[in-house]
């Protein structure tokens, strides 16, 4: 019986790669954008608008505070509504990248806060206008903090890719319902759909993990 | 008591009246001061007197609330005067040094003049390489801030300043936070600077290098000039008793 089950499950593995293809995609596209305007967010937030900054801030505060799932239902099912019409596809990219840039925008935040006063006011003092003393000071320094929670929070972006399966995308996740329907062996069918996310996201926690240590080691932090 | 500080009202830094507050408390009272090109001033006085906020107005790092404070013959908060463009002209040194810690040496000392003076990098390579052979420094091209000890970080951060070729240089206690067998090395390199005919106004407790470059000592206490003269008068001779108080304090020992 496990037998035949399995011989069905081999032949769903090109729904599977499909599956598979269009989680990588969904993360990959939304992960590249999400980072893009999460670092403009960031900057901006930091900068001395305050309407701006505030704006932000409240946005942020809003996507933050409320279930991703509903975000996608609002995004899939309300903007066509006010006369947006959005593929399955395209409202998966924008509420993933939404998200990606709202969390990804804290922590370059926290990063360019964590720059000491004194780096700014030496690059001031010197005459570097405000976007040569981001580009030249303050961002290479803040990076070095940013950058293992922002692999960090991939991770975690590419397994909330999974709710894109509620507005009928097919993603590795969909596929497991999809095939769960022909082989009624749900415990095996999601094992096996774990273990696709795992593969995706297990080289990024090992790199987000180097990057710690780096960290720690650049800090000269006590081993304890 | 009134003190005529002011001169003619041609200093390359002048100050008119300056009035500053942190919340209710009014760190610079009444401020009036001229600082002429080529001057060297050195201003003293207890912890907390608003020595150090003095010097952060002259570059903008700090705002003034009332009074006038002229700098290089632009007027600060003047729409007119672009601040940025206005401290390209002058040099800041900073107690705690400030280097960029991603960058070397060589790479701290060029940075404005190559993004801000738009001189071309091998330029400004050349002529930082040139400064910090002059700081003494010659073999730390390549360091980063983190491989150089304090005197040669601040001897870095001094060349710094220089590399920007500025009208005035400004230094913010900049022996303060040294190990005390450091602090000859960049009280050394400042001497050659203002020896150079450099303006300088230097924030520091530094006896030795008031008496050696100083045309004049400013005693600053509860955000108001108390006194000024030159060292000799200064030191041997104090007019006032918070002025004697203060140097009882720090040449006790």
Not at chain 1, 36 to 57: E, P, W
Not at chain 1, 60 to 73: A, E, K, S
Not at chain 2, 14 to 20: A, L, S
Not at chain 2, 128 to 143: F, M, P, S
């Amino acid at each position: 019986m496990i037998w035949q089950q399995l011989q069905s499950l081999a032949g769903s593995y090109p729904l599977a790669l499909r599956g598979l293809g269009m989680t990588v995609m969904l993360s990959l596209v939304s992960l590249v954008l999400g980072t893009l305007i999460g670092f403009g967010l960031g900057i901006l937030r930091t900068g001395g608008n305050r309407l701006i900054s505030g704006a932000i801030g409240a946005w942020v505060d809003l996507i933050r505070g409320t279930p991703f799932l509903v975000q996608i239902f609002l995004i899939f099912f309300i903007l066509p509504e006010l006369g947006v019409e959005l593929d399955a596809f395209t409202a998966g990219i924008i509420a993933l990248t939404n998200l990606a840039a709202c969390f990804i925008c804290e922590i370059v935040v926290a990063g360019i806060r964590s720059v000491p006063t004194g780096q700014v006011e030496a690059a001031l003092a010197s005459g570097l206008s405000r976007w040569q003393r981001m580009r030249q000071v303050v961002l290479p320094q803040a990076m070095r903090i940013v950058l293992p929670p922002l692999v960090g929070q991939y991770v975690l972006l590419i397994k909330d890719s999974s709710v894109v399966s509620a507005i009928g995308l097919t993603d590795l996740t969909r596929v497991g319902w999809l095939v769960v329907q022909r082989v009624p062996n749900g415990l095996l069918v999601f094992f096996l759909v774990g273990v696709g996310y795992f593969i995706v996201c297990y080289p990024l926690i090992l790199l987000a993990r180097r990057l710690e240590q780096r960290m720690g080691a650049a800090h000269g932090e006590v081993q304890i | 008591m009134t003190l005529n500080l002011s001169k003619n009202g041609t200093g390359m830094i002048e100050f008119r009246g300056v009035n500053k507050w942190f919340g209710a408390l009014n760190v610079l009272k009444d401020i009036t001061l001229s600082v002429e090109p080529r001057e060297v001033v050195v201003v003293c006085g207890p912890s907390g007197s608003g020595k150090s906020t003095l010097i952060r107005c002259i570059n903008g790092l700090e705002t003034i609330r009332d009074g006038d404070l002229v700098v290089d013959g632009q007027r600060l908060g003047d729409p007119a005067t672009n601040m940025t463009r206005l401290r390209t002209e002058i040099g800041f040194v900073f107690q705690s040094f400030n280097l960029y810690p991603h960058k070397t040496a060589l790479e701290n000392v060029t940075l404005a003049p190559i993004h801000v003076r738009k001189i071309p990098r091998a330029e400004a390579e050349k002529a930082g390489r040139e400064l910090l052979a002059k700081v003494g420094l010659a073999d730390k091209v390549n360091a980063y801030p983190a491989q150089l000890s304090g005197g040669q970080q601040q001897r870095v951060a001094i060349a710094r300043c220089l590399g920007m070729r500025p009208k005035i240089m400004l230094f913010d206690e900049p022996t303060s936070a040294l190990d005390p067998e450091m602090i000859s090395e960049v009280l050394d390199v400042m001497v050659a600077v203002a020896e150079e005919g450099m303006t300088m106004m230097v924030v520091t407790h530094e006896m030795g290098f008031a008496r050696k470059v100083a045309q004049r000592v400013v005693f600053m206490d509860a955000g108001a000039i108390v006194e000024s003269g030159t060292p000799d008068e200064f030191f041997s001779h104090p007019k006032t008793d918070r002025s004697r108080a203060f140097l009882s304090k720090i040449l006790r020992h």
